[in-house]
C-alpha cells in the first residue's frame, strides 16, 4: 500500500526558510518520479519541484527557481523540499505526489497517489 505523509509546513516572515518532508512507503525511490505540487485558494494545483527517476535530473518552477531545492534520501524513503528567501506568494498548501501514469509530470491529474497536504504561509 503507498502513503505518502507530508510534514514540516508552518508560518512563517517573508524572507525566512523552511524544509518540508514527504515519508513515503510502497515505493522504491530509483523507479519513480516524485514532485512538490502546492495550491493557493482560489488557484490550480501547481507543480513546484520534480525529481525524475534516478535522483539526478530535476524541474523547478520558475517562480521558485533558485531558492528551492528538491531531494531525496533513499534510505529514509523521504522526499524532502527545501524552500528558502520565502514570499508572501509562496503561501499554500504543499502536496507530495508519485506514481506518474503518463509523460506530463507537470499535470497534476497524472498522479496516482498524494499526500494529505501540509500548509505553508508566508507573511510580509
Known amino acids: 500500500q503507498v502513503q505518502l505523509v507530508e510534514s514540516g509546513g508552518g508560518s512563517v516572515q517573508a524572507g525566512e526558510s523552511l524544509r518540508l518532508s514527504c515519508a513515503a512507503s510502497?515505493?522504491?525511490?530509483?523507479?519513480?518520479?516524485m514532485a512538490w505540487f502546492r495550491q493557493a485558494p482560489g488557484k490550480e494545483r501547481e507543480a513546484v519541484a520534480i525529481?525524475?527517476?534516478?535522483?539526478?535530473?530535476?524541474y523547478y518552477a520558475s517562480s521558485v527557481k533558485g531558492r528551492f531545492t528538491i531531494s531525496q534520501d533513499k534510505a529514509k524513503s523521504t522526499l524532502y523540499l527545501q524552500m528558502n528567501r520565502l514570499k508572501p506568494a509562496d503561501s499554500a498548501m504543499y502536496y507530495c505526489?508519485?506514481?506518474?501514469?503518463?509523460?506530463?509530470?507537470?499535470?497534476?491529474?497524472?498522479?496516482?497517489?498524494w499526500g494529505q497536504g501540509t500548509q505553508v504561509t508566508v507573511s510580509s
Open positions: 505526489a508519485a506514481g506518474l501514469t503518463s509523460n506530463r509530470p507537470l499535470d497534476p491529474g497524472r498522479y496516482r497517489h
Open positions: 525529481i525524475y527517476i534516478g535522483g539526478t535530473d530535476t
Open positions: 510502497g515505493y522504491t525511490f530509483s523507479n519513480v518520479h
